[in-house]
């Protein structure tokens, strides 16, 4: 099929080159000259692990173009995907402006049937909106068919070729076959493609990011119960993870969730509820506890050094909100950071792969450090924020020869807190005694 794709950011990306690896030839586009020409070059804008490989063989191919002309883009595919940012407005809901924009251009520009699929993560009621802005300005005959994404951050290659299901909300049965016969490739394991109602497409979605977060969100609070009944919270999810109706996954207690999902769609839910006129009590929970979260760890070092941090150095690892992204949209290390250098301290920090990124945000509030080790020469304590794979196993005996004082605050709790205190470390975890 020829395929158009309507913003090339995360989503865009990820969601163009697979298709195209299937033998689509897809096209994808952005008002953002400067991120085109780079894509262009062969420079992948973002880290996710797998991407870069795959853009530059679908290139090579002839499968996969980028350009800014969303008119002819518009014109030469048979189906359309919408990608665009869905920014958090001031009220926590979600801004359509781009989603709209694009629909009006849609319906202006094409010239035969076509196929809009809803990409972006959009509130209850938006296939409608999109609907009715593209038939504003055409008489031709369209689908707008609702397909929210499920990719997480690090592993997102993975979760579009191997999808546990695909959702596709859709009133039409031509919208229906143009998604089947696109999803194909990827469902031959038998996972399911669930059409649906566009409404219930749109609040799957929400719904399913909710439902993490609140099992994050769960596991802090009771990591918090932890560390004042003198229980273990690593223990505690052993016991109630071996229960078949909870299991393991998202059971890890740390410094709180971020990203460009949780937190504002966690938000626009809320809102979506509150503008149909009911206030929910367990989503805005979700959300105040995470808030909270994000300050433990200062609360952490401020109990042990106290209030007053000037002249302090402290060593933090770990700046991506998770590992295996250099994205820092709504990071606990950022909360961090600002209340360290409130209080006084001097920060030193390293991560794998949002130096760049973390550059742009922070400038020359931080020290930037050229590895782990030489992030912890003469600080104070290392904190550890993002439990990346290399911070797992590191060399204590090394580590306390650069520290001037051995103390740990592990916001991951990826170290083992007895080893560390066998080797003359002051350990704090999170709900860890």
């Known amino acids: 099929?020829?395929?158009?794709?309507?913003?090339?950011?995360?989503?865009?990306?990820?969601?163009?080159?697979?298709?195209?690896?299937?033998?689509?030839?897809?096209?994808?586009?952005?008002?953002?000259?400067?991120?085109?020409?780079?894509?262009?070059?062969?420079?992948?804008?973002?880290?996710?692990?797998?991407?870069?490989?795959?853009?530059?063989?679908?290139v090579a191919e002839g499968r996969l173009f980028f350009g800014t002309d969303i008119a002819s883009a518009i014109k030469k595919s048979q189906v359309?995907?919408?990608?665009?940012?869905?920014?958090?407005?001031?009220?926590?809901?979600?801004?359509?402006?781009?989603?709209?924009?694009?629909?009006?251009?849609?319906?202006?520009?094409?010239?035969?049937?076509?196929?809009?699929?809803?990409?972006?993560?959009?509130?209850?009621?938006?296939?409608?909106?999109v609907a009715a802005a593209i038939a504003a300005k055409t008489r031709l005959t369209f689908d707008v068919v609702s397909n929210p994404e499920f990719l997480k951050e690090g592993a997102a290659i993975d979760d579009f070729t191997k999808p546990d299901r695909v959702v596709v909300g859709c009133s039409s049965e031509r919208g229906r076959k143009v998604m089947e016969e696109l999803y194909a490739p990827y469902l031959r394991t038998g996972k399911p493609l669930l059409v649906m109602d566009p409404p219930s497409a749109e609040m799957t979605k929400y719904a399913a990011n909710a439902m993490l977060a609140t099992r994050i969100s769960f596991m802090n609070e009771m990591a918090r119960i932890c560390d004042v009944v003198g229980a273990d919270i690593?223990?505690?999810?052993?016991?109630?993870?071996?229960?078949?109706?909870?299991?393991?996954?998202?059971?890890?207690?740390?410094?709180?969730?971020?990203?460009?999902?949780?937190?504002?769609?966690?938000?626009?839910?809320?809102?979506?509820?509150?503008?149909?006129?009911?206030?929910?009590?367990?989503?805005?929970?979700?959300?105040?506890?995470?808030?909270?979260?994000?300050?433990?760890?200062?609360?952490?070092?401020?109990?042990?050094?106290?209030?007053?941090?000037?002249?302090?150095?402290?060593?933090?690892?770990?700046?991506?909100?998770?590992p295996k992204t250099d994205d820092m949209r709504e990071a606990p290390s950022l909360v961090l950071i600002d209340l360290l250098l409130g209080a006084g301290a001097r920060v030193n920090v390293f991560d794998p792969e949002a130096m760049k990124e973390a550059k742009r945000l922070l400038g020359e509030r931080v020290q930037f450090a050229p590895n782990a080790l030489g992030a912890c020469e003469g600080a104070d304590a290392l904190l550890l924020v993002t439990e990346w794979s290399e911070f797992r196993h590191i060399d204590l005996d090394?580590?306390?020869k650069l520290l001037k004082q051995p103390v740990l605050f592990d916001g991951r709790n990826i170290w083992d807190a007895e080893r560390a205190r066998a080797q003359g470390f002051v350990y704090h975890g999170v709900g860890i005694r």
């Open 1 to 58: 099929m020829r395929i158009a794709v309507i913003g090339s950011g995360y989503v865009g990306l990820v969601v163009g080159t697979c298709f195209a690896d299937t033998g689509n030839r897809v096209i994808c586009v952005d008002v953002n000259e400067d991120k085109i020409a780079r894509l262009q070059r062969g420079e992948v804008p973002i880290f996710e692990p797998g991407l870069e490989e795959l853009i530059q063989r679908n």
């Open 80 to 129: 359309i995907f919408i990608a665009v940012g869905t920014p958090q407005d001031e009220d926590g809901s979600a801004d359509l402006r781009h989603v709209i924009a694009v629909a009006q251009a849609i319906g202006t520009h094409m010239e035969e049937h076509k196929t809009v699929v809803l990409k972006s993560t959009v509130p209850v009621g938006t296939n409608k909106k």
């Open 234 to 322: 690593n223990q505690v999810r052993k016991g109630i993870g071996t229960d078949a109706r909870i299991g393991f996954p998202f059971l890890f207690a740390g410094v709180g969730y971020g990203g460009s999902c949780f937190p504002k769609d966690v938000r626009a839910l809320v809102q979506t509820a509150r503008e149909h006129g009911y206030s929910p009590h367990i989503v805005p929970a979700v959300e105040r506890v995470n808030e909270d979260q994000k300050r433990l760890l200062f609360a952490k070092v401020q109990k042990h050094f106290g209030e007053d941090l000037r002249g302090r150095t402290f060593a933090l690892w770990g700046l991506a909100f998770k």
């Open 398 to 400: 090394e580590l306390k």
